[in-house]
């Protein structure tokens, strides 16, 4: 719960906090930041200022959520993402300096689920972490209904299909009902869950006007 006492979106809708592991080298701002976030509704289950540290400390804690500075000490954030991005259930937002933004795609390419351009804004954090978890929990979902495909072409296929139907309902629920990202998402993974439908198909249907979300 923040100063205002509101609940943070991101956690309004679980039963337990999202448990987050902090990796900054500067003090100050991992100080700042781990307070922003415990005000906010988030656990901080674990520090550290060195990359080489992070392995261990997410094994150690299965957090929902590693916020991870690029560049550090020891090991540089890329390089320790890379190092945990196919640890289960565990999505990764990167800090990052404004001048480090040539720097996005490989951290994409490193497992990153979202970023923010330091100095950040308090108003950033919420959405930023949001986002990065509802996107690693789509990826998840998705490589759940593709793990019975063994063609890996046909994999490819139906995963870009997928995901274009997916980003397209999602923008139609965010549109309609000035949703955030995340929160269009849960609604189309609960639909899913609750008529045992696959992400697809409830895609498909919110595309064509065959359900209200």
Same mark, same amino acid.
């Given at each position: 719960?923040? *100063? =205002? ?18 990796? =900054? ?17 988030? =656990? ?26 690029? *560049? ?12 945990? *991005? ?58 759940? =209904? ?68």
């Amino acid at each position: 719960m923040n *100063k =205002e006492g509101k609940i943070s979106k991101v956690n309004s809708e679980l039963e337990e906090k999202i448990k987050i592991v902090l990796v =900054e080298d500067e003090a100050i701002v991992r100080l700042d930041l781990k307070e922003i976030l415990e005000e906010e509704g988030f =656990e901080v289950v674990g520090e550290a200022g060195r990359g080489d540290e992070v392995y261990d400390l997410v094994k150690e804690t299965s957090p929902d959520l590693v916020i991870l500075d690029i *560049k550090m000490p020891g090991m540089d954030g890329l390089t320790a993402a890379k190092s945990i *991005k196919d640890l289960p259930s565990t999505a990764i937002l990167f800090l990052t300096a404004f001048s480090q933004r040539d720097l996005i795609e490989e951290a994409r390419d490193a497992g990153a689920m979202g970023y923010l351009v330091k100095p950040f804004q308090r108003d950033e954090i919420v959405p930023a972490i949001e986002i990065a978890i509802a996107r690693h929990q789509e990826i998840s979902m998705l490589e759940t =209904e593709l793990s019975k495909v063994t063609d890996e072409k046909e994999k490819i296929t139906l995963r870009l299909e997928m995901r274009k139907s997916l980003d397209r309902a999602k923008g139609i629920l965010i549109d309609e009902n000035s949703l955030s990202e995340g929160e269009a998402f849960n609604r189309i993974r609960k639909y899913a869950m609750d008529n045992r439908l696959s992400m697809k198909e409830v895609s498909e249907k919110v595309i064509a006007g065959e359900v209200v979300l």
